[in-house]
Protein backbone atom coordinates (compact mmCIF):
# COMPACT_ATOMS: atom_id res chain seq x y z
CA UNK A 1 0.00 0.00 0.00
CA UNK A 2 2.85 2.46 1.01
CA UNK A 3 4.46 1.76 -2.65
CA UNK A 4 1.41 2.20 -4.48
CA UNK A 5 1.43 5.99 -3.05
CA UNK A 6 4.97 6.73 -3.63
CA UNK A 7 4.85 5.42 -7.22
CA UNK A 8 1.45 7.40 -7.64
CA UNK A 9 3.21 10.55 -6.37
CA UNK A 10 6.61 9.96 -8.74
CA UNK A 11 3.76 9.49 -11.71
CA UNK A 12 1.42 12.92 -10.85
CA UNK A 13 5.14 14.93 -10.31
CA UNK A 14 6.42 13.28 -13.50
CA UNK A 15 3.49 14.83 -15.37
CA UNK A 16 2.88 18.18 -13.70
CA UNK A 17 7.03 18.42 -14.96
CA UNK A 18 6.26 17.23 -18.82
CA UNK A 19 2.97 19.28 -19.21
CA UNK A 20 4.46 22.99 -20.04
CA UNK A 21 6.21 20.42 -22.40
CA UNK A 22 3.19 18.80 -24.35
CA UNK A 23 1.56 22.23 -23.74
CA UNK A 24 3.99 23.87 -26.36
CA UNK A 25 3.59 24.68 -29.85
CA UNK A 26 5.47 24.08 -32.75
CA UNK A 27 6.05 28.15 -33.65
CA UNK A 28 7.68 28.61 -29.85
CA UNK A 29 10.07 25.95 -31.09
CA UNK A 30 10.94 27.55 -34.22
CA UNK A 31 11.32 31.12 -32.45
CA UNK A 32 13.80 28.88 -29.67
CA UNK A 33 15.61 27.70 -33.02
CA UNK A 34 16.19 31.33 -33.78
CA UNK A 35 17.56 32.37 -30.72
CA UNK A 36 20.09 29.53 -30.69
CA UNK A 37 21.38 31.04 -33.54
CA UNK A 38 24.31 33.62 -33.24
CA UNK A 39 24.23 37.48 -33.47
CA UNK A 40 26.06 38.88 -36.84
CA UNK A 41 29.51 39.96 -36.28
CA UNK A 42 29.92 43.71 -36.18
CA UNK A 43 29.68 47.44 -35.11
CA UNK A 44 27.64 50.47 -36.26
CA UNK A 45 28.24 54.12 -34.89
CA UNK A 46 27.66 57.66 -35.98
CA UNK A 47 29.79 60.31 -35.81
CA UNK A 48 29.50 64.68 -36.73
CA UNK A 49 32.36 65.12 -39.63
CA UNK A 50 34.51 68.44 -38.22
CA UNK A 51 32.33 70.70 -37.20
CA UNK A 52 29.96 70.86 -40.42
CA UNK A 53 26.51 70.18 -39.10
CA UNK A 54 26.60 66.94 -41.33
CA UNK A 55 26.67 63.53 -39.91
CA UNK A 56 27.29 59.75 -41.00
CA UNK A 57 26.83 56.58 -39.43
CA UNK A 58 29.41 53.89 -40.56
CA UNK A 59 30.53 50.19 -39.15
CA UNK A 60 31.75 46.99 -40.00
CA UNK A 61 29.81 43.65 -40.35
CA UNK A 62 31.93 40.47 -40.43
CA UNK A 63 29.53 38.10 -41.17
CA UNK A 64 27.66 39.92 -43.64
CA UNK A 65 29.83 41.03 -46.55
CA UNK A 66 28.81 43.08 -50.34
CA UNK A 67 25.26 42.65 -49.09
CA UNK A 68 22.43 45.46 -48.06
CA UNK A 69 21.67 46.20 -44.51
CA UNK A 70 19.02 48.40 -43.62
CA UNK A 71 19.26 52.07 -41.81
CA UNK A 72 16.06 52.99 -39.68
CA UNK A 73 15.34 56.11 -38.42
CA UNK A 74 12.90 57.40 -35.11
CA UNK A 75 11.79 61.08 -35.03
CA UNK A 76 11.23 61.21 -31.22
CA UNK A 77 11.23 58.73 -28.34
CA UNK A 78 7.90 57.03 -28.05
CA UNK A 79 7.58 57.10 -32.60
CA UNK A 80 8.23 54.07 -33.96
CA UNK A 81 11.47 52.88 -36.16
CA UNK A 82 11.02 53.49 -39.98
CA UNK A 83 12.69 52.71 -42.56
CA UNK A 84 15.22 55.41 -43.92
CA UNK A 85 17.67 53.83 -46.61
CA UNK A 86 19.64 50.89 -47.44
CA UNK A 87 23.21 50.67 -47.76
CA UNK A 88 25.29 47.81 -48.94
CA UNK A 89 28.38 46.98 -47.30
CA UNK A 90 31.90 46.49 -48.86
CA UNK A 91 32.73 42.98 -50.58
CA UNK A 92 35.87 42.80 -48.81
CA UNK A 93 35.65 43.66 -45.01
CA UNK A 94 32.16 43.89 -44.95
CA UNK A 95 31.95 48.09 -44.07
CA UNK A 96 29.58 50.99 -44.34
CA UNK A 97 29.29 54.35 -44.51
CA UNK A 98 26.05 56.51 -45.41
CA UNK A 99 25.26 60.02 -44.51
CA UNK A 100 22.42 60.74 -41.98
CA UNK A 101 20.45 63.65 -41.61
CA UNK A 102 19.67 65.63 -38.71
CA UNK A 103 16.06 66.50 -37.77
CA UNK A 104 14.53 70.11 -37.54
CA UNK A 105 15.32 72.91 -34.73
CA UNK A 106 14.59 71.57 -31.25
CA UNK A 107 14.44 67.82 -32.48
CA UNK A 108 15.94 64.60 -31.71
CA UNK A 109 16.38 61.99 -34.29
CA UNK A 110 17.30 58.51 -33.47
CA UNK A 111 19.37 56.03 -36.07
CA UNK A 112 19.80 52.19 -35.92
CA UNK A 113 20.94 49.30 -38.01
CA UNK A 114 19.06 46.24 -38.80
CA UNK A 115 21.23 43.44 -40.45
CA UNK A 116 18.73 40.77 -41.58
CA UNK A 117 18.94 37.10 -40.75
CA UNK A 118 20.64 34.16 -42.43
CA UNK A 119 20.71 30.52 -42.14
CA UNK A 120 23.76 31.18 -40.04
CA UNK A 121 23.10 34.00 -38.19
CA UNK A 122 20.14 35.67 -36.26
CA UNK A 123 18.46 39.36 -37.20
CA UNK A 124 20.69 42.15 -35.58
CA UNK A 125 20.02 45.41 -34.75
CA UNK A 126 22.98 48.25 -33.46
CA UNK A 127 22.50 51.55 -32.29
CA UNK A 128 24.31 54.12 -34.16
CA UNK A 129 23.26 57.12 -31.95
CA UNK A 130 20.57 60.35 -31.23
CA UNK A 131 21.18 63.73 -32.81
CA UNK A 132 19.68 66.59 -30.75
CA UNK A 133 19.31 69.67 -32.51
CA UNK A 134 18.78 73.46 -30.11
Known amino acids: MRITRIIATVVAFALVALAPLALTSGASA ?7 KPKHIGFATGK ?4 TNRFIAY ?5 YKGKKITVQRRACGACQW ?5 VRTTASKGKFRT ?3 PG ?3 SKVCYRVVVPGNSRYRLTKANVGCITTS
Open 30 to 36: ADAGERA
Open 82 to 86: KFYKK
Open 104 to 106: GRG
Open 59 to 63: GKWTT
Open 99 to 101: RIA
Open 48 to 51: EIRN
